[in-house]
């Protein structure tokens, strides 16, 4: 962070950001105490949301830092949890050890999916592309049945970690909120440092970029394999909590809901995916008793935040304290 | 076994007459605006609805339910564009993108309130037949399709390469500031061009609905189903829109059972993925994919 601040303007922001940035880590430990307030049914969906803050700060790593069309994230999300999944099954490993191989396969299914955009296919054809690549990967699970269990899923052992077993809700929390904290704050850091820099220039104008001697191929390839890593980490979580994987769970209405925490939230911005993620991955909940009901809501919030509030929930939060503005918020 | 082949060649063709008249309607939406249009399969799937609706519901007869459903979708595609792409138009691709695929998920979650998991068929206008030429089954559905689709090339062919209109379309596909300057609307056309859009995906709703069930999900079956037939064929291409719908029906059902039958349901995913990677401007393609 010393070194962004070096390069960056300073500004009244600025400082008061600095500050703001050494208060960051009191965040996760105020929330430590917040098992003994909830029931077993909350403490499944602050889970669940503590699974959905990587993938929103993955997802929003290369649609909204690199700016690229890349709606592919939800392969990465499946891959991070059946790679836990299978190795939990098949292997026997207990959950802690899968984590870092399913970040890791995330990250190549990252770097795999940049290749269409490290050939200069941008934009829809781009989108395009993904959008089957993510499609591809669920005909993957459903069809390759000795490793994922097929249609049917995969039922996941219980997790452990470090020899505890994370069998009750609130061990998991406890085990979510350090990897969502460390995702966050090595997002921060990869932002703040001259790859983010990287990709800030790289969305603005790529080709300026390039002229600028800024080897764009290396930071697209590391933005998705970055944002690949996040969410399959994810992923493994996800794995964990809800102890089930079917291929349905990573279909087209997931990719919805990973798009609307970037863009409920604020596209790229760090701040604005965890706040997608809390005010987002609840909503699901709400609506499980009417089928559809939660298509079309969401539907016409992507549409009303595009219209109205095209920088998302962090452009309010920015409006409102300068500190975040310069710290977590990017124009 | 290889008796069948022609059998699955007749098959295949019928199926990707269908494909080609998705990639048709988005081909022309797309010539119009290029913009890509990621709700045209929801589009689709509610023209069938309400043909549906129009025709079984209310029981109008075949033709008036099918034209009010093509009308209705034309205005839901002008709104769409007016009131919806236009005001972000300027903005970042992904916007566009994400409104698109917004617009057509709140599409799909309307369908699935009203009609839910219902699985309803359109009765057919016709008398449904089978022919039999040297060993190979024609039904009548094929025969229907394919002659609508290509009447359709052939009208959208002149219309678009010997009318006035065509010109204007060209002239706004390749430069949308220029057309302005020589005294088109180019708002008003963008928003017409979208209705004919989603009208044409209407028309392919309702052949759809004819001959498989109606669910609130074939709207992501047939986006990306148009969507290798256009990447294929190349993407603006109105004639490449059907050589890629037909190839990919055949190569579905070739591959389906002569491989394995995994190969229905993924070669579309394939076809998109393969030829973006290998030729991004497919085969009849105007212009390369955008490279920096």
Redesign the interface.
């Known amino acids: 962070m010393s070194g962004a601040a070096r390069h960056a303007p300073v500004t009244a922001g600025a400082r008061a950001a600095s500050k703001l940035g050494r208060l960051f880590w009191l965040v996760p430990l105020l929330l430590l105490p917040v098992p003994l307030f909830l029931d077993q049914y909350q403490q499944y969906v602050a889970n669940l949301v503590l699974v959905y803050v990587p993938v929103g700060v993955g997802f929003n790593v290369v ?1 909204g830092n690199l ?1 690229l ?1 890349a709606f592919s994230n939800v392969a990465f999300f499946g891959i991070g949890a059946y790679t836990s999944g299978i190795l939990m099954l098949k292997l026997g490993l207990p959950w802690w050890a899968t984590v870092f191989p399913a970040g890791v396969m995330g990250g190549i299914a990252g770097s795999a999916a940049s ?2 955009a490290l ?7 781009l ?3 993904t ?3 993510g ?2 990967m669920r ?1 993957v699970y459903i ?1 390759w049945e000795p490793l994922t269990g097929g249609s049917f899923g995969m039922a996941v052992p219980t997790p452990s970690a470090f020899g505890w077993s994370l069998d009750a809700e609130s061990h998991k929390f406890y085990a979510f909120l350090v990897l969502a904290t460390a995702v966050i704050a090595l997002t921060n850091r990869l932002l703040r440092s001259r790859f983010g820099r990287a990709f800030m220039a790289i969305r603005g104008n ?2 300026a970029a ?1 002229a600028m001697g800024i080897p764009t191929d290396r930071y697209i390839l590391l933005g998705f394999a970055w944002g690949g890593f996040a969410v399959g980490i994810a992923g493994s979580m996800y794995a964990a909590l809800v102890g089930h994987l079917s291929p349905p769970s990573f279909d ?1 209405s997931e990719l ?1 809901l990973e ?1 609307a925490i970037v ?1 409920v939230g604020g ?1 790229g911005s760090l701040l604005g995916s965890v706040v997608g993620a809390i005010v987002l991955t609840a909503a699901p909940e709400f609506f499980r008793d ?11 919030l ?2 009303a935040v ?2 109205f509030l ?1 920088r998302g929930l962090a452009s309010l939060l920015a409006r409102a304290h300068p500190a975040l503005r310069d710290r977590y918020y990017r124009e | 076994m290889l008796a069948l082949l022609p059998q699955l060649i007749v098959s295949g063709i019928a199926t990707g007459m269908l494909y080609a008249l998705v990639a048709l309607s988005m081909t022309v939406g797309y010539r119009a605006t290029t913009v890509v249009n990621f709700g045209h399969g929801d589009l689709v799937m509610i023209g069938g609805y309400a043909c549906f609706v129009l025709g079984v519901n209310l029981g109008l007869p075949f033709a008036p339910a099918f034209s009010i459903a093509a009308a209705l979708l034309f205005a839901i595609g002008f709104l769409i564009q007016r009131l919806l792409m236009q005001p972000i138009i300027a903005g970042p691709h992904l916007s566009l993108a994400m409104m698109a695929l917004a617009v057509g998920y709140a599409f799909r979650g309307a369908a699935r309130l009203e009609w839910g998991n219902d699985i309803l068929k359109l009765p057919h206008p016709y008398p449904t037949a089978t022919f039999f030429v040297g060993g190979v089954v024609f039904t009548m559905d094929d025969l229907v399709i394919s002659g609508f689709v290509l009447l359709l090339l052939l009208v959208l062919f002149l219309l678009f390469n010997a009318t006035p209109i065509g010109k204007v379309i060209q002239a706004v596909f390749q430069s949308q500031r220029g057309a302005a300057l020589v005294g088109i609307n180019v708002r008003a056309f963008h928003g017409v061009m979208w209705g004919a859009g989603a009208a044409l995906g209407a028309a392919g709703g309702v052949l759809l609905a004819l001959i498989v069930p109606l669910t609130p999900d074939i709207g992501v079956w047939t986006l990306v189903r148009g969507f290798a037939a256009m990447t294929l064929g190349g993407f603006g291409s109105l004639p490449g829109a059907v050589i890629g719908g037909m190839i990919l029906g055949i190569a579905e059902k070739v591959l389906g059972f002569y491989v394995s039958t995994v190969f229905i349901d993924i070669t579309a995913y394939l076809v998109t993925i393969l030829v973006l990677l290998i030729r991004p401007k497919g085969l009849f393609g105007q212009q390369a994919t955008i490279r920096i």
């Open positions: 649609v700016g069309l290749v269409p050939r200069g296919v941008r934009l829809f054809y989108a395009i592309m959008l089957a690549f499609e591809l005909w069809r790529e080709e390039a087209l919805i798009f863009m596209l009417f089928p559809g009901f939660e298509e079309l809501v969401f539907g016409v992507i549409v595009i219209l095209p």
